[in-house]
């Protein structure tokens, strides 16, 4: 043996083992599956804009007409008004509302959390359709406000209902992340209330305040049912969008309004990500959880503001509950169950509702597998970082466009002849499809932030042992994960159920959901039965939660004895 | 005697930085190694390394033989126990220990007698049907050690196993370990930051830093002829006297001139650091003709438990030379005995064949 020659310095080739490449190929699909439902969409979408009407190339000829339409024009600068002055009212009243919820003594807290987030399970239209029952052309309150609902007032109300508990959930989460050590430091130096409040507290939910800013003026931007409902003629972006493409068939202009719509999400979105990865961890493993104590005044003030704002909230839900009950309003106020029967007002019925159903199931099984395995690919494969960088780039693109977007460019996409997979357009896959890429980011990202926090070395231990790295998915990443899965499931089952911006675009007459069902019925003008429609909705969204509040409570507790010491 | 485990010029960069650099060594069968070193100096890298979970850029790994350089972990062979035992959490006990077994196509009833076995061994018998949140730190990481060694692994690899748990703990799974390490004959690699550790359970101690090896040897050898300051310094307590070396065998310092074992590697009127440790400093029944006597003033005195850590000023020629300072380790015994309290003048002598040299 010739130890003592030096060896000579030969490049080392890494074997793979069959794991490693499993998992690689299981990645190059993933991105395959994102680039076809993601970034083409888009691409065909940006590419329309450059075309005529017959599709020959016309270079920039569509956005110039655009900007030198001055009616055109201005829906970009009412959405901007809108959205400035939405963001402007709902993010102080989400931050007095979560501080009231993380930070005061509140009877009945679970009752406040709970009302606040009712609009989540409502379409963006059913807010619209409450305030047309109060203030409308024949409206209750109409006398009180002096001129018409219809347009700025109403759509900036509406969105205030539809936003408030996006805000509300991000600030909760910015509060609740508090060191009562850093309280009671400021309280030992003897600063004053105030000063504790601008030194400590804002400070703390700063990024969180930036965070629901950029989230609500998103939100509004992007939104098109309450436009729709109550815009009037009120032009906005997203019904701009809507206009082109089902009122005119303008494909290419409709584009061009889409492009113009995804800059502003999409610079939200970049704005809210820098400003993220700024946020250190306020709260580390060993700060002490602030427990409010009961102080009267400040107690009493807080229990007023949150009954109002839910008042409020229960308010638009209730007119909209009690119209769609009430026969011929305003002239017959009796009440029926007719305006459930929706084969009088659509020509699907009540299929546009087992429609949504099916479609809010597909997306939550096949979207949460997709990107539960997607976000464990993502996580545990050994190097490939390239291929893993374009994984998080696609996974984070969806959140920047809006949904109405997002459907053009499936229109454009898997509409063109000469795709191999438009045997998908106007099927129920696609809108499965649609939905689940509208929807990704936030999934990849609950999965994504469930696995970080399992023990990184599980892997290197199967390893050792040789267990193929997907017996381990199947017996220890996944089960541990089981919460943040269905959290998963849930969210695309509850956003499925409501959303219609991106479907709009979508549906063929048998595949209709319910969501589209009601904007066609609120559009022929039976407000009523458009309210019965978005009613069904929230109650299967809410019942959907609520089931999983109490399977997370009650089952899972069962399933997963391990958790407990 | 062949060699279990040999690696050969083993690099990895991280960018720019290199973690380990050409690095070769040698375990044998059956022996128990530690890395030693301070965090950032590559001990865990070269663990990672030897394990295949964080492939190095350039070099050779043979284990038994075999050429495992470029072989991804699952088809290597070791056990691995981690700082933070990654034990799965919703797999019982008995579960996480056999879960290597049950991919091996065993008889179901040949695996339950094997986990049976292997807690057992670790002093678990009736853990089995818990699950690990139900045990304390030292229990969870007797677990994971019976899972590592569950499929008779030729290489067991330990990542600051001990690191994570009470001290009190930690004395004891120390000896457990050794004496299983010992009866099951098992090569052991473990990485840690902790000398007394590595001092104790060791047969082999690779010190490192800046990943390269600055010395391998037993404890013994360590403690007493650390190869390096850096050894020196980072293992035990050690005294450092700035000086010039005068002849191989007399280092200067100030006006005193001390007696030490030759140098050859060291240039003549090199500065150089003059090293023993505290325990090493004499202080009772000094002949007259003792080498490397100083007469020394007690300026602090710190009461450690057994010992008291006395901080010593050099005095020469009646006057105290404030920038050579010494500490030594003075008995309890020593202490009642001599009458030594701040301030006390005595006479101590640093024993040559105790005195170590290194360049400055």
Known sequence: MSLAAPTPKIALRINLSRDDLLMRVGLVALVGVLLLIVALPLWA?????????????????????????????????????????????????????????????????????????????????????????????????????????????GIVIAQVFYCFPHATMIMVTALATADARLYEAADALGASKIRVFFTVTLPGAKYGLISAALVVFT???????????????????ATDVYKQVIGQQNFSMGAVVGMVLLAPAALAFLVDRLVQRKQVALLTARAVPL???????????????????????????????????????????????????????????WESYFNSLRMAAGTAIAGTALMFVGAWLNEKTRGFGAIRGIVQLLAFLPMA???????????????????????????????????????????????TTALKQIDPEFESVSASLKVPIWKT????????????????????????????????????????????????????????????????????????????????????????????? | MTNYLEVRDLSKQF?????????????????????????????????????GLDPQTSGTIRQKGRDVSGLPPAQRDFGIVFQSYALFPNLTVADNVGYGLVSRRQARGAIARRVEELLAMVGLPDSGPK??????????????????????????????????????????????????????????IMVTHDQEEALTMADRIVVMNHGAIEQVGSP?????RPATAFVADFVGSMNFLAGTLETPERVKIGGLAFACPAQDGLAIGSKVRLSIRPEDVRVRDLPADVANRVAVEVAELDFVGAFCRAALTVRTDGDVAPDVALVADFSSNLIRDLGVDIGSRLDVALPPDRVRVYAA
């Open chain 1, 473 to 565: 998915f199947g017996r220890v990443t996944a089960p541990i994960c089981l919460p943040a899965i269905l959290d998963i499931a849930i969210y695309l089952f509850v956003n499925a159920m409501t959303t219609v911006s991106s479907v709009i675009f979508l549906y063929a007459p048998d595949t209709k959901l319910a969501s589209v069902a009601a904007v066609n019925i609120e559009e022929a003008g039976t407000t009523a039965a458009a309210a019965a429609l978005c009613l069904v909705i929230v109650v299967t969204s809410a019942t959907v939660k609520a089931l999983h509040l109490m399977a997370d409570r009650f089952l899972l507790g069962r399933l997963q004895a391990w958790r407990r010491r």
């Open chain 1, 219 to 237: 939100l509004v931007i992007t939104d098109f049912g309450i436009a729709k409902v109550i815009g009037g003629n009120f032009n906005v972006l």
């Open chain 2, 131 to 188: 699950y690990p949140a139900q045990l304390s730190g030292g229990q969870q990481q007797r677990v994971a050690l019976a899972r590592a060694l569950a499929t008779s692994p030729g290489l067991l690899l330990l990542d600051e196993p001990l690191s994570a748990l009470d001290a009190r703990v930690r004395l004891r799974l120390r000896h457990e370990i050794k004496t299983l390490q010992r009866r099951l004959g098992v090569t052991t």
């Open chain 2, 220 to 224: 013994q050898e360590i403690y007493r």
């Open chain 1, 401 to 447: 466009v809006p949904g109405i977007v997002l459907g053009l460019g499936y229109i454009f996409f898997f509409n063109a002849p000469n795709n191999p997979l438009n045997f998908l357009y106007a099927t129920m896959a696609i809108l499965v499809i649609n939905t689940v890429a509208h929807f990704y980011t936030v999934g990849h990202l609950t999965a």
């Open chain 1, 45 to 153: 979408l940006l590419a329309k804009g450059f075309e005529d009407r017959d599709g020959h190339y016309v270079g920039l000829a569509n956005y110039v007409s655009y900007f030198s339409t001055p009616a055109l024009f201005n829906s970009a600068l009412n959405s901007f008004h809108v959205a400035a002055v939405c963001t402007a009212i709902v993010v102080p009243a989400a931050f007095l509302y979560a501080y009231a919820l993380t930070r005061t003594v509140l009877p009945g807290k679970w009752l406040f959390q709970g009302i606040s987030l009712i609009p989540i399970f409502a379409p963006s239209l059913l807010p619209g359709l409450a305030l047309v029952y109060l203030f409308g052309n024949q409206g209750f309150f109409k006398a009180m406000i002096g001129g018409s609902i219809y347009g700025f007032d």
């Open chain 1, 291 to 349: 427990i409010p104590k009961p102080k009267f005044g400040r107690d009493l003030f807080f229990t007023a503001f949150c009954t109002l704002v839910s008042a409020g909230i229960l308010a638009i839900l209730g007119m909209a509950a009690w119209g769609s009950l009430i026969k011929y309003w305003p002239y017959n106020l009796s009440l029926t169950l007719g305006n459930y029967e929706f084969a009088n007002f659509d020509a699907n019925g």
């Open chain 2, 15 to 51: 960018g720019d930085f290199t973690a380990l650099g050409n690095i070769s060594l040698d375990v044998a069968e059956g022996e128990f190694v530690c890395f030693l070193g301070p965090s950032g100096c590559g001990k865990t890298t070269l663990l990672r390394a030897i394990a």
